[in-house]
């Protein structure tokens, strides 16, 4: 303990309670965090860190100096075990708050929501503070929880000094307060706006469910829910059949590009390009496959032979072919020979003679 600490015979008293309980308390904080951890996780929460404290002897000393005449025992200090819920969005706040009511108790009486202040500086301070206790019981514990952006400010007013008992200029002051207000709004435009996003993904969701297909922009987003309609499964199966070949699921994400490269602006546009190019792509795949005991094919097959057949019938010849395969396994100069192999083959294929 630091020598200049000095404590009353009561101070002394709840120090020697401290560390005759310090087993308790440690084992107090990992329980605690763990049973927060695991509802948080259970509840599908992602937060940016969930971290646990034992108050050092220094620091309660140092309180107890200042306070000590308020506490009656050691059980009085509420904040000897200490729990910090760093949360990305405001919203999330309030999501590991209503996980904190249900697993433990929480002293009404002591606890806070420091962002009811409306306070100018008050922006790295606005957490929600609960005093808990175990279901079983035991001492209390402070259970802290703020956003990412709140803990930063946080730590950076405690970096400059900004609420030490230096006297800082009013110009300075100032500066801060702009920062945190500016802050608070990042804050609260990060939660609206994943708020209006998820509201957009639900809408994109119901559309593509009705099969209004046409009124959804292609997208990573919008294709993935398109991929959950399964639209190539019917040809998938049709080319597996040729070798009675098993089907293994893979990405069909790296065939976004390709697509997009055809000018497709909607999902409308590649359900067409799917019905217009089935026939096609299995005269394709039934060339190339039916020569071979190829017994096991990916779940990307159908849409790769589409994409093909889409080269080949609009005049993209080898270029177009190579550019394909450079897109989906990386450039390399072996795509070239995959290109002039799929040209050869596709030669002699009706919908090539319809082009000539």
Known sequence: MDNQVKLDSHGETLLRQYHELRPTIEELAQEAYEQLHRAIKEQGIYVTAIEQRVKTEHSLAGKLELKGAKYKSIDDVTDLVGLRVITFYTDEVDKVA??????????????????????????????????CRLKTGGMRFELQ?????????????????YKSNIVIPREYMRQFSRLAGMLELIDDEFSRLRMVLNDYRRQIQALVKNGHLDEVPLSADTFRSFLG???????????????????????????????????????????????ENSDDAHQLALSQLAITD????????????????????NGGGRDGLKAIYDTINGESDSNGLLADLMLGQAKTLPFMQQNF
């Open 145 to 161: 929880m703020r956003t990412a952006l709140q803990h930063v400010w946080s730590t950076i007013e405690h970096d400059t000094g």
């Open 229 to 275: 309609l399964l639209p190539f499964d019917h040809l998938n199966r049709r080319i597996a059949a040729v070798n009675q070949a098993e089907i293994y699921p893979v990405s069909m994400m790296p065939f976004l590009p390709v697509l997009e490269s055809f000018g497709m602006e909607t999902l409308g546009d590649v359900q067409r390009f799917v019905d």
């Open 98 to 131: 209503v996980i904190a009511k249900r697993i433990f108790d929480v002293d009404w009486q002591e606890s806070v929501d420091k962002r009811k202040s409306h306070d100018l500086d008050s922006f790295g301070y606005n957490s929600l503070h609960y005093i």
């Open 294 to 313: 190829i017994d096991i094919l990916s779940s990307s097959a159908a849409l790769q032979y589409l994409c093909l057949v889409y080269v080949l019938k």
